[in-house]
């Protein structure tokens, strides 16, 4: 059951979360209209009153241009600002995930995007771990990861992770933890909610923004840190055999941090991690404040 924090941003205005609610006709209910970020915050471990962001300009970047989508002009400047605002008024004592989300607020049964009303809010939960960080066993999905050329891949629009949700339905209740989703030319693409990753002979692979992925922020990351290693990065066309023999596979996302994968279908993956540990344990010293290597990917609030 997650605990929500007490402040929501509905309607412009900051109101008890319990206080924000939709109608039942609200169109994105129905649509999928909808998209949406997400960005994880903590409190500073070595200064008191001072929240901990990591990389907000890009999320709130990558929303306004999610927004486009949905035929929304909403600013990353504007999105930026009132995620402060809510942080301030929230006060959150432990980790945490913001949740902000455009949407079609009209009520109507029309599915259109022009001459419809749409709105921005904000509420977020308390959030530790979302995956095991011990590792993960996944599946190969029955789903498909959708086509640009059908959805917007390059935004996080609601409506496509209806298929992120049938892919983690069938993994769990097939005894997995996670799905691992192939594109329509039978590559693989990315898992319900993360980016993936592969390590062979040193290298580290992952699918590019051709196969279908969403261009996850983590995923730049672990891409600008991995350089920063010495660590070969290719990005490519990754086949699912690639994962079964693979030394090590992880999942990265902003939710999922880096989880490494330790089965996939009933291939047992190696236990010795080290370019995967080697990444966790410098991304999460840089979210900590702990590493100043990158310090335009902190921002800071004060309380």
């Known amino acids: 059951m997650y605990q929500f924090l007490d402040i929501a941003y509905f309607q412009n205005q900051f109101i008890p979360f319990q206080s924000a609610t939709l109608s039942i006709a609200t169109h994105a209910l129905h649509y999928g209209t909808s998209a949406f970020g997400g960005l994880r915050g903590i409190p500073d471990p070595h200064q ?3 929240i901990l962001l990591f990389r907000l300009d890009r999320h709130c ?14 600013s990353a400047e504007a999105i930026q600002s009132t995620i402060e605002t809510f ?20 009520l109507g049964i029309a599915p259109r995007l022009h001459n419809i009303e749409k709105n921005f809010l904000i509420y977020g939960i308390e959030l530790g771990d979302y995956l095991s960080p011990d ?21 996080k629009v609601g409506g496509a992770y209806i298929t992120s949700s049938l892919a983690k339905t069938e993994a769990v ?30 290298c580290l692979i992952t699918p590019g923004a051709d196969q279908d ?42 939710a999922a941090k880096i989880t490494p994968v330790k089965q996939i279908e009933n291939y047992a ?27 335009e990917w902190i921002f800071k609030v004060q309380l």
């Open 87 to 106: 942080v301030q008024k929230n006060r959150p004592q432990s980790s945490f995930y913001i949740r902000p989300l455009v949407y079609t607020s009209d």
């Open 61 to 74: 970047q990558r929303l306004s241009q999610s927004a486009k989508f949905l035929n929304y002009d909403l």
């Open 48 to 50: 008191r009153n001072q």
């Open 269 to 295: 993956l190696p236990l010795d991690r080290p370019i995967t540990q080697l990444l966790r344990d410098k991304l999460t010293a840089i979210t900590e404040n702990r590493d100043h290597s990158h310090p």
């Open 213 to 254: 992925i969403l261009e996850g922020i983590t995923r730049d990351s672990v891409i600008q840190l991995a350089k920063e290693a010495g660590i070969e990065v290719i990005e490519r066309p990754l086949d699912k055999s690639e994962l079964l023999i693979a030394d090590e596979v992880f999942l990265s996302g902003t």
């Open 135 to 155: 590792g993960v066993s996944c599946r190969f999905s029955s789903w498909c990861r959708q086509e640009d050329r059908s959805l917007p891949l390059r935004g």
């Open 173 to 202: 209740e097939s005894g997995f933890d996670e799905a691992i989703l192939l594109n329509a030319q039978g590559k693989v693409s990315e898992a319900s909610g993360m980016n993936i990753f592969a390590v062979r002979r040193g």
